[in-house]
Antibody
């Protein structure tokens, strides 16, 4: 069965960096686009970034563009989110999610989601 | 940038009743709209994609309709496990963006 397990969250000071990981199993990771979506405490969902199945294209929300970088290692079935220059407003649970169909190249939707990892930006 | 609004913010209903949730976009999203269900402490679950297609394993009591700017999620007869928050989400190709609505909470009356 599909499994997505996020890790790397924690408490970090404003301006510092953090890297999140998402370990995937139960499907052919290299065939699927992957997403990061976040949810601030008690708030709604916010899309953060998308990477194509082969890593050739990446897209970001305006709120994180220039600060966050999405990447993937298909040999390790792992998705990453490098977060730099963190701000208090980046505090959220970060979810990774797989694309609905293989080869969608961002023309689909987040389908299966991991359980998330909490990032708290605070001094 | 396309903005999604959802109404009502809260819907108080009893098990067995019909739930009708609305999602409206500030400009046409064609049929590129999805619905998600989220229960407390859990990750969201995809229910409907491309406005009216049920995702794998989603019960038939969930249905989606609409196109352009106005969309509806209908739960024909609420089961106890359906009380949750529901989000709509659109995808646009240029610029490549994904936007969520603010959510509708369906709670027990």
């Amino acid at each position: 069965q599909v499994q997505l397990v996020e890790s790397g969250g924690g408490v970090v000071q404003p301006g510092r960096s953090l890297r999140l990981s998402c370990a995937a199993s139960g499907f052919t990771f290299s065939n699927y686009g992957m997403y990061w979506v976040r949810q601030a405490p008690g708030k709604g969902l916010e899309w953060v970034a998308l990477i194509w199945y082969d890593g050739s294209s990446k897209y970001y929300a305006d709120s994180v563009k220039g600060r966050f970088t999405i990447s993937r290692d298909n040999s390790k079935n792992t998705l990453y989110l490098q977060m730099n220059s963190l701000r208090a407003e980046d505090t959220a649970v970060y979810y990774c999610a797989k694309d609905l169909f293989s080869g969608c190249s961002g023309d689909c939707y987040p389908d299966y989601w991991g359980q998330g990892t909490l990032v708290t930006v605070s001094s | 940038e396309i903005v999604l609004t959802q109404s009502p913010a809260t819907l108080s209903l009893s098990p067995g009743e019909r739930a009708t949730l609305s999602c409206r976009a500030t400009q046409s999203v064609n049929n590129y709209l999805a619905w998600y269900q989220q229960k407390p402490g859990q990750a969201p679950r995809l229910l409907i994609y491309d406005a009216s297609n049920r995702a794998t394993g989603i019960p038939a009591r969930f249905s989606g309709s609409g196109s352009g700017t106005d969309f509806t999620l209908t739960i024909s007869s609420l089961e106890p496990e359906d009380f949750a928050v529901y989000y709509c989400q659109q995808r646009s190709n240029w610029p490549r963006l994904f936007t969520f609505g603010p959510g509708t909470k369906v709670d027990i009356k």
